[in-house]
Structures are given as C-alpha cells and as structure tokens.
C-alpha cells in the first residue's frame, strides 16, 4: 500500500494557488465528472470560455462570489504511488492564521510565486512561518511561467533569490525544490512541459510521489500522553487499567522502563494492548493502549516517558506565540494552555519581541501581540507540564493558547522556538536551540 | 472478544504497520478519546449506513475492553429501507450499545415540522436533531462526514463548534493546528465531531474490507423494481412515487449511499461483494453524492446551505 504525504499551499492572492491545486486534481483524475460538470457549467455562467479550476476548491458561497479562498481547505488525491492530504491556504493577508493551521501537520509545503513578480515579502513571510513551524520540506512553485515567455533566466533569478532566503531560514539545499509551472495550463504540473527545454527537473506531482517523507518522529524519544483511562471494571477485565493515547514520539516496547510525568513516578510497560491483540511495540502515531507493571495513579493529562530522557517538568517556560485571534496579548493576560492532553490555566508574563513583518526583524519588548503577529514570551502555568522543545518534539513541544472567558483558540505556541529574525543567519530555525528556557526558580522534577 | 460485526480482525502483533488505513484508524482512535475525555455527554449519530457503521466500529476499537461509553442517536425520516433499520438494529443488539431514535415523523404529527411538497425528509432531520441535542443536552456529537464528499465538507474542521442554534459559521471557525483540538464551549453550544475527516470513499470501503465489517445488503447488487426520476434510479416507498407517467422497471442495482428514500438513488452495477464494489468505486467517474443523493442537486450551495441551518 502506498504511504501518505501531508502537504499544505502557500502564496499571496493571486498567485494562483486554489488554480494549481485544481490542475492536480484534475490532472490526477481525482475531480469526478459530476464535479467537472458542475464547474463547467458555472464557469460559462460567469462568462469563462475554459474551466476556472479555482472553483473545485472554493468551496463557500463567498469565495466563489469573491473570487479568493477564506478557509483551509483539505483535498484528497492518490496516486498508485501516494495518497495525498492536502490543506490549501488562503494567501489573504488577514487569514494568515490559515497558512499556520496548514503547516502545523505539513511534511511538505508548496509555496507559489508569480514568475512575473518573483520573490514579494508575502513569500518571505510564508517561508518564514513555515519554517518556524518545522515543516522540513519546501517547494517553490515559480507560477505563470507562460507569462514569462518561459524565460529560464527570470526562474534562475527567483530561484537564486528564495534559496537565499530559505537557507537563511535553516533549509538544506535539498529539502527545497524550485519548479517552473503553469497551473492554468498544465506545464510541468504532472506532465513535463515542452515549453520549458532547459528545465530537467522533476514535474510537481513526480516530486511529490518520490520526495523522502519524514513521518513520524520514530527516531525521537519516547512520548505518550495519556488521553483516557481504560477500567471495564467487568468480571472478564476485573483489574484492567489501561492508558490509551496516541504515541506522540520514539517507540515504546514491552520491558521499557518508563516516567509518568508530572509526579516522576516510574514504571515499566507490562504490555501495549489494541483490540486486534498485544504488540510487541509500538511507534510514533500509533493510537495503544498501555498498562504498567504497578498501580499508579495515573490519568488524563499525564505523559508517559521514556525513563532514561525525560522532558524537563517546569511551570515558567518561553515559548514562541503565533497570534491568531483579533483580541490582542498584553503582558500579564490570564489564558488557558492546552498541551498534549493536558489544559491548565497560564499567565503570559512577558512579551519579550515580536516578529515585525514589515521590516522583516524583530521588536523587543513590545507592549502588544496582535492578529498575525508572531511573539516570543515568557509564560507561567498554574500547574508544572512536561515540554520538549518544538524542534526536538513537534508534538510534546506544541501547544494551544485557549481563551478561558470564551473557549476560543488565541494562538499556536511552540515551547522555546526562536522567532523567524531573516536579517541573520544565525536566527535559523530547524534544529537550532531545542531546549526550552526555565527561569533559576521554576519547578524542576524529576532528574533522569 | 470479537463479534460477527467485526469477524475478521484477528490478533496481530505486526509492529510498525503505518500503511494510510492504519494512520486513518489511528487518528480517528485519537478524536474519539478525545472527546470521551473532554465531553460530558456524547453521542454517536448512527443511521445503519456504512460510515456511521465504521464510526461505531473504531469507536468499539477505541474503547475496547471497556464498552464505548456514548449512546447512539438515529433521526429517522421515516423514509427507510427496511434492509437498513434491521441491521441498525442489529448492530446495536450484537454490541450491547444504547439507542435512542428521534422519528421525523412525530414532529411532522405535532405539527413542528411541516411535509414538503417534494416529499423529501432529509432536510427535515435538522430540526428533531437540533431537538434532541437540547433535550439530551448532548455537548459533543460525533458524525460520519468526510471531507472528500462535497466543497463545502472540505472546510469543516475536525472539531466544528455549533452556536447554540445548531448552526455552522465558516468563517468563525477555530485554526485547528497539529493534533490539538480545542472541544470548549459555551453552554448550550456543543461540538460536532467528524472522526472521518480525512477518509476518502475508497479508504472507506478498503477498511470495511480489511476489518470485515458487515453492512446492509443493499449496499450490494440485486435486484430491485426502481423508477427514473431527475436522472436517478428511486425505488417505491412510502415516500411516493412512481407518479403515473414514470415506468417501473427491474434492474440489477445497488446503493452507494443510504439515506432517505426519496431522495437516495440506486446506480446499476453487478458489485456483489466488496472487492467488486472496491473496484467501481475506483474506477468510478461520478462523485458518491453527485451519484446518489438529489438534496445535493438543489443549488450550487446547497450542502454549505443546509450546514449553516445545523445539518451536517
């Protein structure tokens, strides 16, 4: 069976994303001829002498009234090599909070430039997000190649200019890829283009069928968040007491020792159960079952580790904030922190910079974190969590900042990211500082 | 331990399995825990069709050894096949799960709900489903929905939060980011739950056939006396139908969704059992609902319509 790859779109308005994901569909044959027709027809209602293949993914009344994409929107494809899910992001600059929505799963983002404008800071800052949030692979879809005259030299230009940037951001030179397409007209999209003789690389969807894919972080150390407690409490399981939860990194095998974190109390996995048997082990994104050779108390909201490299246990930690709600951050700000399965209460007590997005650079201590920004702060929390930092853990080091008063979501945190600064390289972003910062007299328990 | 329902999930111990259907199950594992322990009073929509059939197997998965600690909700339009309510019924038997049934047809008799002149039921379920989600004063509801299905599904989030009229707003919906899903509401606001957003109709149907998950006979060919209405194969029923000038022919057909009778439409096909059926629906040209379903034929907008009103 053919493996996943999680993907997301970026790019300003106008870029022709909604386009280009359209021409995968369609040329992957995965838009059906119900659909087709339905885009046929509403094209000519607007007047179109060909098939707008925007409409296939503008899914709400007022996108297609508007002519822009509002929402993600996921999109399904498969190949006989790969099954693909895809969140295509509004390059709109207000619904930038979407662009980090698509990249928080992404193992891959395609970011879409207009070969007529090249590099813009809309791209900057996209790439920018993008890499803050760890997603390890990019490609730079150089769009409106036809518009260009195919000119090799103007997708030499924008190509030098972005892998300057991206490396300035962390990128390997390999886990970016530049490509010259047209999403109107097909060229190099899934078929290699005539129009383009100088360019040997692979087409979009050959690269996405054959990129490596990092899954799961299998290599990572063990992390199991306990999500529910499992007691049938029936004659047959009179003593089962199992803790269910989605290994988050690393693997886990029968006999390891293990920490139960916040307590510190140690164990080892008697056994790693599923409803179609006992596993021998089991690794990053596998939802088990697991149930330790002592009684403890354990529930929801703890983490189970490996015994030997736990996370540091702390209640002050920094962490980078991407603001996604209009109420703005003020120093001091009462907010809910949900963190594996686990919400506590939190004060954010300093707002050490933000991420100025006009000039590219970071603000120290601003006064407030608005709508789009992107902030490092320093937050406290009611009750001690066991963190990673994000770029060693995705999952343990990823957090939500939850409005108590009304529930809704405020912000994507990342324990101990570094902000996107692009005037150094020395700001780079994957695999830089992991280890969160804890102040001299937060909680530290328990040593390894 | 296992059950004729779920007969072919045999002990394994395979290690690192991470095929698409093995992470699929597993994130659909995850939402349901989730939701078991942040909600107080969830409910599993279940109509006896295949995917709230396989909602109810991953959530027996989930759970497993304990029993899946939610009840299970049917809005009944009245409009069934008798095939389905059979193994609806069945299925809740077999696996000891609670039911409750809220009947379209008692709110039409007390005069909350008015017939439409179409004859149709499936908009009608919004309102006894609404209904019910207050007076069971259930806070999470979990639904078979895919994102593959239809443009405006594609937009929903995994965790969609309904003020508390019922009603979807696209555009005050929360980022949903990594695998966090924020489930706080208000009271008298609740959570819908689609554990299968990331399923397509083939992931479907290949994990019905990996798991052996029995469903409704009308799911495979036979024969069956149908009528052409609007390009659809409509079968007799209490709904209505055939008008006068429509002819009854018999024709070897099958259903590729189950819904309301009169507006769910057969396709003629000869898939008698799954692999054939896995192999149609792979080669198919026609969506599921653009197939299968005239609601959806009402206007460009219709489904983003009927969300906005509470449906799902």
Not at chain 1, 195 to 219: F, I, K, M, Q, R
Not at chain 1, 352 to 370: I, K, M, N
Not at chain 2, 286 to 295: C, H
């Amino acid at each position: 069976m053919s493996d996943l790859l999680r993907l997301a779109t970026a790019g300003s308005v106008d870029d022709g994303k909604s386009t280009l994901v359209g021409r995968l569909l369609y040329d992957t044959k995965s838009v059906l001829a119900d659909t087709l027709d339905a885009v046929h027809r509403a094209s000519a209602d607007r007047g179109l002498s060909t098939p707008d293949l925007s409409l296939l993914v503008d899914g709400l009344r007022s996108e297609r009234e508007q002519g822009i994409t509002i929402d993600v929107a996921y999109r399904y494809f498969a190949t006989d090599k790969r099954s693909f899910v895809l969140a295509d992001t509004p390059g709109h600059v207000q619904y930038t909070r979407n662009t980090v929505t698509g990249a928080s799963t992404a193992q891959l983002a395609i970011l879409l430039v207009d070969a007529r404008k090249g590099v813009i800071e809309q791209t900057r800052r996209h790439a920018a997000v993008l890499a803050l949030l760890g997603v390890p692979r990019l490609v730079l879809a150089v769009n409106k190649i036809d518009l260009v005259d195919f000119d090799e030299t103007t997708f030499a230009r924008i190509s030098k200019e972005f892998t300057a940037h991206a490396t300035a951001l962390g990128y390997s030179p390999d886990a970016v890829v530049h490509i010259p397409v047209s999403a109107l007209a097909g060229d190099n999209v899934v078929e290699h283009s005539t129009n383009t003789p100088w360019y040997s690389g692979p087409t979009l969807l050959e690269h996405l069928e054959s990129v490596p894919v990092e899954a799961d972080p299998h290599d990572g150390e063990f992390r199991f968040p306990v999500q529910y407690v499992i007691r049938p409490r029936t004659p047959e399981h009179l003593d089962y007491r199992g803790y269910a939860g989605l290994v988050a990194s690393g693997t886990v095998k029968v006999g390891d020792e293990v920490v139960v974190l916040p307590a510190g109390l140690r164990s080892t996995v008697e056994k790693i159960d599923t409803f179609d048997g006992p596993l021998a082990e089991a690794a990053a994104g596998q939802s088990v079952t697991l149930l330790l050779a002592d009684d403890l108390d354990v529930s929801r909201g703890d983490l189970i580790a490996a015994a030997g490299t736990p996370p540091q246990v702390t209640d002050e930690f920094d962490a980078t904030l991407c603001w996604l709600s209009e109420k703005p951050l003020t120093p001091g700000a009462r907010v809910l922190v949900k963190h594996g399965a686990r919400t506590v209460q939190a004060i954010v007590t300093e707002l050490r910079a933000r991420f100025d997005e006009q000039r590219l650079a970071s603000v120290d201590s601003p006064t407030s974190l608005g709508l789009n920004e992107i902030g490092r702060v320093a937050i406290r929390t009611a009750e001690p969590l066991p963190v990673d930092g994000y770029y060693s853990s995705r999952r343990t080091g990823a957090f939500l900042v939850i409005d108590a008063a009304d529930g809704g979501t405020l912000a994507a945190g990342l324990v101990g990211a570094g902000l996107p600064v692009l005037d150094g390289v020395d700001s780079c972003t994957e695999g830089g500082n992991t280890a969160p910062v804890a102040d001299d007299h937060a909680l530290v328990s328990p040593g390894p | 331990m296992n059950d004729d329902l779920l007969a072919g999930s045999s002990v394994s111990t395979a290690p690192t399995p991470h095929t698409t259907l093995d992470r699929l199950e597993s994130e659909a594992i995850h939402i349901f825990r989730e939701v078991a322990g942040e909600f107080d009073r969830p409910v599993i929509l279940f109509s006896g069709g295949k995917d709230s059939t396989l909602l109810v197997h991953l959530a027996i998965k989930a759970f497993w050894p304990a029993p899946v600690p939610f009840p299970l909700l049917h809005v009944d339009t009245g409009h069934n096949f008798d095939e389905v309510i059979e193994f609806r019924d069945q299925v809740v038997a077999q696996h000891g799960l609670r039911l409750e049934v809220a009947k379209v047809q008692d709110w039409i008799d007390d005069g909350r709900l008015q017939e439409r002149p179409d004859g149709t039921r499936n908009p009608l379920q919004t309102v006894p489903l609404l209904d019910s989600i207050t007076s069971h004063r259930y806070d999470a509801v979990f639904g078979g929905g895919r994102r593959d299905e239809e443009r405006a599904r594609a937009k929903e989030r995994i965790f969609s939060l309904r003020n508390s009229f019922g009603q979807w707003e696209p555009r005050r919906q929360r980022p949903e980011l990594w695998n966090l899903y924020n489930g706080r509401h208000r009271a008298g606001e609740h959570v819908r739950v689609f554990p299968l957003s990331n399923w397509t109709e083939l992931d479907v149907w290949n994990y019905i056939d990996r798991e052996g998950i029995e469903l409704p006979s009308i799911y495979y060919s036979h024969q069956r006396d149908v009528y052409l209405r609007d390009g659809m194969w409509l079968t007799e029923g209490p709904w209505g139908g055939p008008r006068p000038e429509e002819t009854v022919l018999t024709k070897t057909i099958r259903y590729r969704t189950v819904g309301d009778g009169s507006c769910t439409g057969a396709v003629e096909s000869e898939a008698s059992d799954i692999r054939e059926v896995i192999a149609e629906v792979a080669a198919s040209r026609l969506t599921e609902r653009g197939a299968t379903r005239a609601d959806d034929r009402l206007s460009e907008a219709a489904m983003e319509d009927r969300k906005r009103e509470g449906y799902f």
